[in-house]
C-alpha cells in the first residue's frame, strides 16, 4: 500500500468534521497569534523603559494578549478534544460493522484477540493524529512561520544563523521518521498479537487450568507483552533522539544568535531590546518545532493504525441483504454433486455429495468424523461457496436466495449450542424477529425449558451467558433449539451435541425433535441412535461422499459402515 494513499484514507476520516475542526484550527491560530504578538510587546515595554514614555499602554496591550490567548486556545482545544471522539467513534462504527459482516472463511483466518485490539486500541491512535497531530502541527507551522517572519523584522543576520541551525537538525529528524514508522508498526502489532495470545487462554480458560497450563499460557502473554514493550521502547528511542535534535538545535542556535547578537549590539548596528525580543522569539520556537516533530510521530502512528484497519476494512462483506420472512411452509434440501474444499491448498472435503431431503420429517446425517457432516451445513447456511454441482433449497438454488432471506428461513443449532452473555430471555430471542409472550411461552414449553425457568432465581430474566447460571449440556442444547424455533425455521439444522446426556434429557430432546419435525424439515447432524431410529430416512456419508440412503431398518440390513456406526458410536452408552 502507497503512503500517500494511506494519508488519503486519513483526510476521509477527517472530512466529515471538517468544519469544526476549520473552527477549532482558527481558535488555535487566534490564541498562537495572540502568543507571537507577545514578545513584540514585551520590546515595547522594554523601549518604554528606556524612552521614560508610558508603559500602561503596552502593558494593557500584554495583559490582553495573554488573556484573549489563554481563553480563546482553550475553546479551540476542547473542539479538537470533541471532534477526535467524533472521529474515533466514526471509525469505530464502520471497523465492527465491516468486522460482523465479513466471511465466514475470512474470519477463519483472524485471530479474534488481535480484531479487538484494532477496534480498541488502534481506532484511538486515529484520534492523536487527525486532531493534535494534524490540525496542530497546521497551528505550530503557523507559529513557526510567524515567529520566523517577526524575528526577520527585527534582524536579517540573526535569522540567518537561526534557520542554518534549524535546517540541519530539520534534516537529521526527517531521517528519524521513517524509523519511528516502522518501530511503531511494529508495535501496534505486538499489542494486537498479545490480545490474540490471551484471548486464547480466556477463551479455553477451564482447559487451561485442568492442563495446569497457568504458567505456561501467563509466560506466553508475557512474551506477546514484552515484545509489545520492546517495540515500544524502540519508537521513544527514536522519539527522544528527535526530541533531543531540536532542543539542541534551539540552544545552539540561542549561542549562536547570543554570540553574533552581542557582537552585532557592541558594534551598535542592533537595539538591546531588539536582541532580547529576538531571543524571545526564538523560545517561542521551541514548542512548535516540538509539537511539528510530534506530530510527525503521531502521522506515523495514525498511519500504522490506518493500515491496520483498512487490512480489516478491505476484505470482501457478504452481500448486504435484510432478514425477509417468507412463506412458514416446510423446505426441501438438495445436494446435487456437491464439490467443496476449505481453500484451494486445502483437501477435498465434499467430492460429488448427492442426496435428496423432501419438505418435512426427520433426516439424520451419520458418518465417521471429518466425514463432511459439518460441512454440509456451513453451506446450506452459505457460509462457505461450494465450487462445484449444486444446492437447492426449496427447490430454488442456493445461490438464488437472497442471503438474508435464506437465512432467515433456517434455523441452526450449533454442536456445542452457545450461550451468549446476558439473560436466558435475551438468549431466547437472539434469532427471532417479533415475538409475543405466548409464542416464547410455546417455545419454553416445546423445548421442555418451563422446570429450567421455574428453577433459576429469576425466572427468564436471570443472567445465564458469561458469568451467569452456567446451563447443563442438555439445557443448552435445548435452549438453542427454542432460539431456533423462535426465529421459525422451514428447515432447522441441528449439530446434535457428541456427549452423553441423562436418559431423562435424552427423552426431552427425542420428544423436541419429533414434534418439530411434524412441522417443518429438520436436518439433524446424529450422535443418538434415539434420533436416528426416529428418523424418516438416514444419509451415510462417508469420505466425502454419500455412501447410502436408508432407514435405520434398512441400513443395519444393507449397509455394513452403517452397521458398524449402530453398534459403536450410537450404542455407546
Ligand atoms: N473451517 C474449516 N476450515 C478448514 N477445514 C475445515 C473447516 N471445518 C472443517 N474442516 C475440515 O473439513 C473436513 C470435514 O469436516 P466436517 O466438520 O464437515 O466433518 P464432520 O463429518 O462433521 O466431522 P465431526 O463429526 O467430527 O464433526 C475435516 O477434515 C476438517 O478438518
Redesign the pocket.
Known amino acids: 500500500m502507497k503512503g500517500d494513499v494511506v494519508v488519503g484514507e486519513l483526510l476521509a476520516y477527517i472530512r466529515p468534521h471538517r468544519k469544526i475542526l476549520f473552527v477549532g484550527g482558527l481558535l488555535g491560530l487566534i490564541g498562537s497569534a495572540a502568543g507571537l504578538a507577545m514578545p513584540l510587546l514585551a520590546k515595547y515595554v522594554v523601549d518604554a523603559f528606556g524612552e521614560a514614555g508610558s508603559m500602561a499602554g503596552p502593558l494593557l496591550g500584554l495583559t490582553a494578549a495573554v488573556l484573549i490567548g489563554a481563553v480563546v486556545s482553550a475553546g479551540g482545544s476542547y473542539l479538537m478534544e470533541r471532534t477526535g471522539e467524533g472521529i474515533v467513534l466514526g471509525a469505530r462504527r464502520r471497523l465492527v460493522d465491516r468486522m460482523l459482516r465479513l466471511r465466514v472463511a475470512d474470519v ?1 483466518r483472524l485471530k479474534p484477540g488481535d480484531l479487538l485490539s484494532r477496534v480498541t486500541g488502534d481506532t484511538t491512535l486515529l484520534r492523536a493524529v487527525l486532531t493534535n497531530g494534524v490540525v496542530e502541527s497546521v497551528s505550530s507551522a503557523f507559529m513557526l512561520v510567524g515567529a520566523i517572519v517577526m524575528m526577520a523584522t527585527m534582524d536579517g543576520v540573526l535569522l540567518l544563523v537561526t534557520l542554518l541551525v534549524v535546517v540541519v537538525i530539520g534534516g537529521l529528524v526527517a531521517l528519524i521518521m521513517p524509523r519511528i514508522q516502522r518501530a511503531q508498526t511494529q508495535a501496534q502489532e505486538a499489542v494486537g498479537e498479545m490480545g490474540a495470545v490471551l484471548d486464547r487462554a480466556l477463551q479455553a480458560y477451564r482447559t487451561v487450568k485442568a492442563s495446569g497450563a497457568e504458567e505456561r499460557e501467563i509466560a506466553v502473554v508475557g512474551d506477546a507483552a514484552v515484545r509489545a514493550r520492546d517495540r515500544g521502547l524502540q519508537v521513544a528511542g527514536w522519539t527522544s533522539l528527535a526530541g533531543v535534535a531540536t532542543w539542541m538545535a534551539v540552544q545552539i542556535a540561542f549561542l549562536a544568535v547570543l554570540a553574533v547578537g552581542g557582537a552585532r549590539v557592541a558594534s551598535g548596528t542592533l537595539e538591546v531590546s531588539s536582541l532580547i525580543a529576538f531571543l524571545l522569539y526564538l523560545f517561542y520556537l521551541v514548542p512548535p518545532i516540538g509539537q511539528l516533530v510530534q506530530g510527525g510521530v503521531q502521522l506515523q502512528q495514525g498511519l500504522a493504525a490506518m493500515r491496520r484497519i483498512k487490512e480489516i476494512e478491505d476484505l470482501p462483506a457478504e452481500p448486504d441483504s435484510a432478514p425477509v420472512t417468507g412463506p412458514a411452509a416446510p423446505v426441501g434440501v438438495t445436494f446435487d454433486n456437491v464439490t467443496f474444499r ?2 484451494d491448498d ?2 477435498i ?1 465434499h467430492d460429488g455429495v448427492s442426496f435428496e431431503v423432501p419438505p418435512g420429517g426427520l433426516t439424520a446425517l451419520v ?10 451445513f ?1 453451506l446450506i447456511e452459505r457460509f462457505y461457496e461450494h465450487q462445484g454441482g449444486s444446492i437447492a433449497i426449496g427447490g430454488r438454488d442456493i445461490r438464488d436466495w437472497p442471503l438474508g432471506e435464506l437465512r432467515a428461513a433456517l434455523g441452526y443449532v450449533e ?1 456445542d449450542a452457545p450461550v451468549l452473555a446476558g439473560t436466558l430471555r435475551e438468549n431466547l430471542l437472539f434469532a427471532a424477529g417479533d415475538v409475543t409472550e405466548e409464542e416464547l411461552g410455546r417455545a419454553i414449553a416445546r423445548t421442555r425449558l418451563d422446570d429450567l425457568v421455574a428453577r433459576l432465581p429469576e425466572g427468564l430474566e436471570t443472567a445465564v451467558g458469561h458469568r451467569g447460571v452456567l446451563l447443563s449440556g442438555g439445557e443448552r442444547q435445548r435452549v438453542a433449539i427454542a432460539r431456533a424455533l423462535l426465529r421459525k425455521p422451514r428447515l432447522l439444522l441441528l449439530d446434535e451435541a457428541t456427549s452423553q446426556l441423562d436418559a431423562v434429557n435424552e427423552l426431552r430432546l427425542r420428544e423436541v425433535i419429533a414434534e418439530v419435525a411434524a412441522e417443518t424439515t429438520v436436518l439433524v ?1 446424529a450422535h443418538r441412535l434415539s434420533t436416528v431410529t426416529n428418523a424418516d430416512r438416514i444419509v451415510v ?1 462417508e469420505g466425502g461422499g454419500v455412501r447410502a440412503v436408508g432407514t435405520h431398518e434398512s441400513l443395519v440390513g444393507e449397509d455394513e459402515l452403517y452397521r458398524e456406526l449402530a453398534a459403536t458410536q450410537f450404542l455407546v452408552g
Not at 465417521?368 to 459439518?374: I, L, M, T
Open positions: 477463519d476449505y481453500g486445502r483437501p472435503v458418518g465417521p468424523s471429518g466425514a463432511g457432516k459439518s460441512t454440509v456451513a454442536q447432524i456419508m
